[in-house]
């Protein structure tokens, strides 16, 4: 089985999720120890795996701004797979480059939550003045409650908790562009 890195947000995330919590032990020249706790139960966990028939297919052009290489070639992988043509932007700015070319065409903005520098939020506001009407899909390790407390989540926007996998995905970019259609027909 090939090991993945994970973000510390998305196994924050997952932790958080389940109710759990984190202990973090760490001692210079002894290394660091982190302990998860989940809540105990007492019923047999079961399994189960659905399978969902859907099909995943999109076209378009989507924006992906994501700081975490692994997080970023994952994501346009599966945006790739399921049909859609992916402009990388390593950073916030340079998606703002990006989008300040009137020639690139932009369908959707992918685009982290959490990033060095400026936030997601700050992003989109920028770039609304760019493109107004921008259909923006915001993803996070963080849960949707956890990043709309910090106020980095307005209400009413498209989100995709990390780790997803490609229906989730299919299932949230066609939200958020069917939603967008609407307000402006």
Request: proline share 4%; hydrophobic share 40%; glycine share 8%.
């Amino acid at each position: 089985m090939a090991r993945v890195p994970v973000s510390g947000w998305v196994v924050y995330g997952i932790v958080r999720q389940n109710n759990g919590f984190i202990n973090v032990y760490s001692e210079p020249g002894q290394g660091t120890t982190f302990q998860l706790y989940f809540p105990k139960t007492d019923e047999q966990a079961e399994i189960k795996r659905e399978v969902r028939e859907v099909e995943v297919s999109g076209s378009g052009i989507v924006l992906l701004v994501e700081d975490d290489p692994l997080v970023r070639e994952m994501a346009r992988q599966m945006l790739a797979e399921i049909g859609y043509t992916v402009i990388q932007a390593l950073d916030p700015l340079d998606a703002i480059e990006i989008c300040k070319d009137e020639k690139v065409q932009i369908d959707l903005l992918l685009t982290d939550v959490v990033m060095p520098g400026m936030n997601g939020k700050e992003l989109v506001d920028k770039i609304e003045s760019l493109r107004p009407g921008m259909k923006v899909l915001f993803m996070s390790g963080y849960t949707s409650d956890l990043v709309a407390q910090r106020g980095v989540l307005d209400q009413g926007r498209h989100f995709i908790q990390k780790p997803f996998d490609m229906n989730s995905l299919n299932e949230k970019i066609k939200a958020a562009l069917q939603d967008e259609q609407r307000s402006s027909s």
